[in-house]
């Protein structure tokens, strides 16, 4: 099962053109089971979707999880995609603390011989918020740890600290240095994985249009199901 996060900073690209479907091809050759998006509204407004649905599902294969009656395709600009096959549970949108205004999905997933629940979200700019944001998704996630998920851009650029909070319950995995996408120095995009799943792989896609569709390189992760 592979899962992948990307930050499309609303489908501008290097170029500063607003291509969606550069990001949609992007996401076909990823090619993953389940993907954790970020920034995936216009910023302005009403907050519409950035990517269109139709052209998603035809090239990918990928279907939004709908959490919203709006445009939105998301909460806070997160999203999730997920591949035809796996029966959605229950879904949460939860808001997080902190002087910025952060949010995250939550989804139960069940599919081809596994079961998990993945958290999409996109931290704070500042260590002592994502503490906090962290610890809320701690307690949201309760008993449920052992098999879940969290995939997202951690905004955290440290390779080694920053992530404490979670040693008791998740393995964080870092794929690579995925930010900035021309130049990549920064391991923003993480993947915290339960003690009941296992990793299979992981690493930063860079192949294609990856370069130049957003600021962010996506990042993936294999499970061993």
């Known amino acids: 099962m592979r899962i992948a996060s990307y930050n499309i900073r609303k489908a501008v690209g290097l170029d500063w053109r607003r291509d969606p479907l550069r990001i949609i091809r992007v996401l076909a050759e990823l090619d993953a089971d389940v993907v954790a998006l970020q920034e ?50 229950a879904t949460e949108r939860l808001s997080l603390p902190g002087i910025e205004p952060r949010g995250a999905l939550i989804a139960d997933l069940e599919g081809p011989r596994t079961r998990l629940t993945l958290v999409g979200t996109h931290l704070g700019l500042r260590r002592g918020c994502r503490q906090l944001q962290l610890a809320h998704l701690l307690d949201e996630l309760a008993a449920r740890t052992d098999r879940a998920v969290i995939a997202g851009d951690f905004n955290e650029w440290s390779p080694r600290i920053g992530f404490d909070i979670l040693e008791h319950a998740f393995d964080v995995i870092s794929p690579g240095r995925s930010f900035h996408a021309s130049r990549p120095i920064a391991p923003l995009d993480r993947f915290a994985v339960g003690r009941g799943l296992r990793v299979a792989g992981a690493g930063v896609f860079e192949q294609g249009e990856a370069r130049r569709a957003s600021d962010h390189l996506p990042v993936w992760m294999d499970l061993d199901i």
Not at 61 to 74: D, H, I, K, W
């Open 40 to 89: 995936a509204d216009k910023r302005l407004g009403a907050r519409p979707a950035v990517l269109p649905e139709d052209a998603l599902f035809e090239h990918t294969g990928l279907r939004v999880l709908n959490v919203t009656n709006g445009p939105s395709s998301g909460w806070h600009g997160n999203a999730l995609l997920v591949r035809d096959g796996w029966r959605i549970g």
